[in-house]
């Protein structure tokens, strides 16, 4: 065995974690349902969906480990008794599902392993409102499977430099910013909106008040695609038809290949 065996060895057992870990109910999976996760939906960003549900380019090496490393870091970690509680619940013909980190008599904890702990809650709103997002949504699944949440933390764990503006360890009180009624209206609101893109084979407009270089743009994988693609040129490499449109094969194969991708596609990652 070669050490090039034993290097592709491990990232295949990376992957197998990491594709594993978004576990799916076994009755909801059993009946062929159509499932979001809630991580699919903390993105406010709809193009970012799009891209990520229509991409064919696979996972880069660098984010299998990214992800295997948070789960390990994880597992490694468990604070409660009701560790990686698995939860879902049905909204219309849609299940969401949720893996909340950590849960114990009405006490909710979600935590993050990243390369910047936010050193004040300022920090954590511009930066990390996602993940206020997620725990708000955990708290509506939480509620909707009769688990009272009467506080709720996130913890932030430095798994890279640290310094005085970048904390090893820091965990922030968010129940303020949970109210059940209205991160009910918002998992809606957000779960029509994901619902529409996959019904879709428009690619939704860049929303006026994003920039390249602020959240959630700074940080995604597909900046280049919104702020470097240039508009396909008059004349371009589509051919198109005598009305100045799409030619008609152009049309049929662009809509048999988002027919087959949200036919095929049971559950999806944002």
Known sequence: MRAADIERRFLQVCKRIVDAEREVPEEVVRGGNIIVHVTDLINPCMRYFFYQLNSQANASIESVLRMWEGHALHSASVLTRNHELLLFHKFH???VVGSVDEYEKGTLIEKKFVNFVPPSEKHLQKYYSHYIDQVRFYNVLLNLNNYEVKRAY???????FSNEKNPLVKAYDVTSYLSYERDLYMLTERLSSVMKVMNSKEVPEIPDEYHPFEYPCSSCTFRALCWMEEDAPEG?????????GES?????????????????KTSFSV
């Open 248 to 264: 008609s094969q152009e049309k049929e194969m662009v809509e048999r290949h988002f027919t087959e991708r949200i036919k095929n």
């Open 154 to 160: 996130i913890l932030f764990v430095n798994r890279g």
């Open 236 to 244: 371009g490499e589509y051919e198109e038809d005598d009305t100045g």
């Open 93 to 95: 013909e849609v299940y």
